[in-house]
Nanobody
Framework: QVQLVESGGGSVQPGGSLRLSCAASGRWSRLNAMGWYRQAPGKQRELVADITSGGTTNYADSVKGRFTISRDNAKNTVYLQMNNLKPEDTAVYLC??????????????WGQGTQVTVSS
């Protein structure tokens, strides 16, 4: 069984910073892309950033230049450094991982989510 456990959410003022972490545990052949999504009340879930096992990154336009995604493959952990936070960044942030079990079987997993609130 694969589990993703997030940490690091909280409340900050506009312009502040937070760092999210997501640790994956379980058994697999390969941990492929990992990423962060967010969902605000009344809105659809959206991709924030993702990173391949080789380190290639991809960001939503709304967070480019402010957020940085990274991963530690030895620790099976992905991070999201969020700087210059804005009220519109307020959402539940969810970790996602594509887990490969065999040459013909891969599956997506989600964490439980962590709340990020940006407010003065």
């Amino acid at each position: 069984q694969v589990q993703l456990v997030e940490s690091g959410g909280g409340s900050v003022q506009p312009g502040g910073s937070l760092r999210l972490s997501c640790a994956a545990s379980g058994r697999w052949s390969r941990l492929n892309a990992m990423g962060w999504y967010r969902q605000a009340p009344g809105k659809q879930r959206e991709l924030v950033a993702d990173i391949t096992s080789g380190g290639t990154t991809n960001y939503a336009d709304s967070v480019k230049g402010r957020f940085t995604i990274s991963r530690d493959n030895a620790k099976n952990t992905v991070y999201l450094q969020m700087n210059n936070l804005k009220p519109e960044d307020t959402a539940v942030y969810l970790c996602n991982a594509e887990v490969k079990f065999s040459s013909s079987w891969s599956q997506d997993y989600w964490g439980q989510g962590t709340q990020v609130t940006v407010s003065s």
